[in-house]
């Protein structure tokens, strides 16, 4: 081979090129972006909008279809799915696989600026970068800071000493503080002098006041100049001084007829550490930043921040992803090393030769060190994901250099000098070895075109294993003849060499073997498609395909509370900090500090964690503390507590669930909310079995209801009292403190939020809501519920909408068994008559089925690039096909394995099998190709058959073994990454290489000898 001859005629040459490798890899290393998550841009952004105080069809109607119709209008948009959820909007967007996603945000957040005087007031779009669920982890940094102060002055205590100094650090791309609430200024109305100005009147009064306005045009001495009407609050007090006019002409000051009440807004969510307020800060860091480094520079900076901070300050990690890459490496270095052991090990087991074994161990660092410079040089990131492809990849990479290193040794025993043995063994085995490592890189060609939110974040695995092969292909091919040339003399005695290839009678055990197969083939035949047969069937009825369940780590004690729909933060909170007053009351524990509560509260949703110190979590603390947690969430009747940690889950309250469930379609919301009754209607009168009927379900959880009050005007009775719609809500906005009701003005240069209030609206009741007075444009009275009935109505608790249709849920129960419910609900689709532009939609496990198929098409796809592949390098369909049965030989090891050992056959163990495709045809590959040659040089097929498996034995055993070797850690490795993946992946790839190999040496040969004795007789009979 070429490159082989310019090694061993140029060594100087070769050894300063590996020198040179060697440099730039080290130069890599340091400046290879290094972070724990592939640094990809999924094509899809989600867009995230709270909007207090909403319904779900408010949501929609005011906010998502706004949205949705925006990002409609997005280039190489393909999809959009929106929810809208009780006080909030989600709307996913997803694009084509080529779109510049910065361009596209770019785009999307110029649009939605160009909305946003469109939507509500204090309603602000966010755009979210899309992450899967499989490696959605926290931000890269995040502190806790808390301390015995008002939100408001924490903060300012945190942006004085710590924000402002830490986004100045290279490498920070954001700094921000989250958890504070807003002030807002309350004028309550005295309730006597409602009678003579309007709350409108007021709140358009101060909005009018606190206008700033601009002319522009006005001209003095041939120069143009803007007038701006200075028009903003200096003080609150100036408000208090603004003059009303009343109905009677008369002028009174605002702060006659209403009082001033400073206070919060209502917030989503706050937090508390240890019972304290807790103010987060969250750092983000650049793409192209060293995660590690930035972590070491900005825990510096906080560090000598920390004096500047008072004493009673308390900051608490939350978040570091650069302690998670720490640790992942760590295990990771462990790992690669047990890797390089074990794989020594097998050498020298088999080499018996210590200088042979760490040669080709050598070949590990070379590779390795290549694929560093090839990564550099592609700009593609280091992470846990490319860093764990390049330690699985250790086992592989050594396969060609043994299959090369072994060849060079026969032939130096064959008696020919070191130069030309290796130049011939390379010749020899380079179809062969470039084939095998051809076929393992071309299964990862199909990942590129599969679709899925998960695949393109193990692109990194991918490259990582592709460039690693390709570079141990390049090493075996340079390095290890010219290190066999110049430095290490494998045998003492030369040999004569042997020009002529000539069968050697004196059989080995294993050929004694394989003799006796071949001689009974047919039985052979029969045994083994017999037990293919029956891996198939165990796999089909005994192995588990459905989807993995890991447990959350038992090392501290978790808390979550949900409160029915309705409640709000408030009730939330109060439940909460009962328990923490528990938690914090309990006398058992003698040092405070060995515990840590972080409290996170929602709407109607609350997360306690309770961490303790390593001596406190050995000791009987944190499960009599659970006990007596569990105990006391049984006085909650109303709320659902789940605990877990330190022992079984305990969960009070909660969801039951629907037996069966069908899901409706189509373009009109109210249409299908009508569709959704009738079919409600016909399921009561077609079947009796058929009860506890729910067409406002979410899910097929029976879930808490969500109702809302509507207000049905009499339009026409509006009419006669001369009523408009506009004057009754703004004076029901004064009994509301809602969202609706909220302006903002700037006083003293800072904003802040208004609200004008009747001085009952804590006490306000639907009853009284009926009998409110309102007033018309002539000033008379009437009241509500003369002009407007208002009335209760169940609403969805959340609205769906997938390529602008609409979809709705209808769960009940069916007593029976699930075999006759199944039957109705197919009966039920055909037979009940649905209007044009809506249809049922079909639930059996639509996205599991989808990626299922795709995955089984993925395997067959790179399957069929093998034998494509093979057929070129071959020009051969014959020889192609006999490598390609290695295939479901291998696929028995993997049905005994997930058998055996009780794991689940998922879609992680399906990827497992795609990589197993493209390494277990590598040894059927090198001991076809040699039978072949032996044939081509003179021996008999009987001969070349048992003279080709004697030779490839060695190489064969020490490629599976060290592939095996590279598998192990992964397989052990709890705490990298996505453990599922690992592990199922390692347990189909080892079990497939395991049988594939006993097959390869025992079937392969038969099956060859198969094939070449038809291809014989028939050219006889010819």
């Not at 058929?690 to 207000?711: M, P, S």
């Not at 071959?874 to 290695?886: C, D, G, K, M, V």
Request: net charge positive; proline share 3%; aromatic share 12%.
């Amino acid at each position: 081979m070429l490159i082989t001859k310019i090694a061993l005629e140029k060594p100087i040459t070769t050894m300063m090129l590996y020198l040179a490798i060697l440099v730039i890899a080290v130069y890599a290393i340091i400046n290879i972006p290094l972070s724990l998550l592939p640094n990809l841009d999924y094509p899809r952004l989600t867009i995230v909008t709270y909007w207090p105080d909403a319904s779900p069809e408010e949501v929609e109607a005011n906010i998502t279809s706004p949205i949705e119709a925006i990002g409609s209008t997005i280039p190489n948009i393909t999809n959009v799915k929106s929810t809208s959820y009780n006080q909030r909007s989600v709307v996913s967007l997803e694009f084509a696989r080529n779109s510049d996603m910065d361009f596209v945000r770019f785009e999307l957040n110029e649009k939605l600026q160009l909305l946003q005087d469109e939507l509500p007031d204090d309603v602000t779009p966010r755009i979210r970068e899309y992450i899967p669920n499989e490696f959605s982890e926290n931000e890269f940094l995040k502190y806790g800071i808390s301390g015995p102060y008002q939100l408001d002055e924490l903060e300012k205590i945190i942006e004085r000493n710590l924000k402002y100094q830490l986004s100045s650090i290279e490498g920070v791309s954001n700094c921000e503080i989250s958890g504070n609430r807003k002030k807002e200024i309350k004028i309550i109305l005295k309730q006597p002098e409602l009678s003579k100005i309007s709350a409108y009147e007021i709140r358009q009064k101060l909005n009018d006041f606190g206008n700033q306005e601009s002319i522009s045009g006005f001209k003095e001495s041939e120069l143009s100049y803007i007038i701006k009407l200075e028009n903003s609050y200096y003080n609150i007090d100036e408000l208090k001084n603004i003059s009303l006019n009343q109905a009677d002409g008369t002028i009174i000051k605002l702060g006659e007829i209403a009082t001033f009440e400073e206070s919060y807004q209502p917030t989503f969510n706050y937090f508390r550490y240890n019972g304290m307020p807790q103010l987060s800060l969250t750092i983000q860091k650049k793409t192209t930043a060293n995660a590690l480094q930035l972590a070491k520079n900005l825990k510096s900076v906080l560090k000598k921040q920390k004096p500047f901070l008072p004493e009673n300050i308390e900051i608490v990690k939350l978040e570091d992803e650069a302690e998670k890459i720490s640790t992942d490496l760590s295990i990771l270095y462990k790992r690669g090393i047990f890797v390089i052991l074990i794989i020594f090990i097998v050498l020298l087991l088999f080499l018996k030769h210590i200088q042979s074994a760490f040669l080709v161990l050598t070949t590990i660092f070379f590779s390795t060190m290549l694929t560093f410079v090839l990564m550099f040089y592609l700009k593609i990131g280091l992470n846990i994901l490319s860093l764990a492809g390049l330690t699985l990849g250790f086992g592989m990479m050594v396969d060609n250099s043994i299959v090369v290193y072994e060849n060079i040794f026969r032939y130096q025993n064959l008696g020919y000098e070191r130069k030309k043995a290796s130049i011939l063994a390379v010749k020899e085995i380079s179809l062969p070895i470039s084939a095998s490592t051809l076929t393992t890189i071309i299964v990862f060609a199909p990942f590129l075109f599969m679709q899925g939110d998960v695949k393109i974040f193990y692109l990194p695995f991918v490259f990582a294993m592709v460039l690693s092969l390709l570079s141990s292909l390049f090493v075996s091919f340079t390095f290890i003849p010219l290190a066999s040339y110049k430095f290490l003399k494998i045998h003492s005695v030369h040999i004569k060499p042997v020009e002529n290839i000539s069968f050697n009678p004196n059989l080995t055990i294993f050929q004694k073997v394989i003799k006796f197969i071949l001689r009974f083939r047919w039985i052979w035949l029969i045994l083994v498609l017999g037990f293919l047969s029956f891996s198939i069937w165990l796999f089909i009825n005994e192995v588990d395909k459905g989807s993995s369940w890991q447990f959350p780590k038992d090392d501290y004690l978790a808390i979550q509370i949900r409160l029915p729909i309705g409640s709000n933060i408030d009730q939330t909170d109060k439940i909460v900090r009962m328990f923490e007053d528990k938690i914090i009351g309990d006398k058992i524990i003698e040092n405070e500090k060995s515990l840590s509560i972080k409290t996170q509260i929602w709407t109607k949703y609350a997360y306690i964690r309770i961490d303790f110190d390593k001596k406190t979590k050995e000791t009987a603390f944190p499960l009599i503390m659970r006990e007596k947690l569990k105990a006391y969430a049984t006085n909650f009747g109303n709320a659902n507590v789940y605990i877990r940690g330190f022992g079984p889950s305990f969960g009070g309250g909660g969801n039951s669930f629907a037996n069966f469930s069908v899901q409706l379609k189509g373009y009109n919301y109210l249409r299908l909310k009508e569709i959704s009754e009738n079919i409600k209607a016909y399921m009561q009168k077609t079947n009796k079995r058929v009860q506890n009927i729910d067409t406002n379900a979410t899910g097929w959880w029976k879930d808490e209801k969500l109702f809302e009050y509507q207000i049905c005007f009499d339009r026409k009775k509006l009419a006669e009292n001369r009523m408009s719609i506009y004057t009754i809500i703004n004076q029901i906005y004064t009994k509301i403190n809602s969202t609706q009701n909220r302006f903002y003005r700037k006083v003293s240069e800072k904003e802040l939020a208004f609200v004008v209030l009747d001085n009952d609206f804590n006490d306000f009741t639907i009853e009284e809501l009926k009998n409110l007075i309102i007033k018309n444009d002539l000033g008379s009275s009437i009241k509500l519920n003369d002009v407007a009935e208002i009335k209760k109505e169940e609403i969805l608790s959340e609205i769906n909408r997938e390529d602008e249709l609409y979809t709705r849920r209808i769960n009940f129960d069916f007593r029976g068994s699930y075999k006759k419910g199944g039957k109705f609900i197919e009966k039920l689709t055909e037979t009940f008559p649905m209007p044009s532009g809506y249809s049922f939609i079909n639930e059996k496990n639509i996205n599991s089925d989808k990626d299922k198929k795709q995955l089984l098409y993925l395997l067959i796809f790179a399957i069929l690039l093998v034998y494509m592949s093979l057929c070129s390098l071959y020009e051969s369909f014959r020889y192609p096909l006999i490598i390609i049965f290695t295939l479901p030989l291998a696929f028995t090891g993997v049905a005994l394995i997930f058998y055996f050992t009780g794991e689940i056959f998922d879609s992680y163990a399906r990827i497992g099998m795609v990589l197993l495709a493209g390494i277990v045809v590598n040894n059927s590959i090198i001991l076809v190709d040699h039978i072949n040659q032996l044939k081509h040089k003179g021996l008999r097929i009987k001969e070349a058959v048992l003279q080709a498996t004697n030779d490839r034995i060695r190489p064969i055993l020490m490629t599976s073994l060290t592939t095996i070797a590279g598998l192990i850690p992964m397989l052990i490795a709890t705490d990298i990454g996505n453990n599922d993946f690992w592990r199922l992946l390692s347990i189909s790839t080892i079990g497939g290489l395991i049988t594939s190999t006993f097959f390869v040496l025992t079937f392969i040969p038969v099956l060859f000898y198969f094939f070449e004795k038809d291809k014989k007789n028939k050219s006889v009979i010819k």
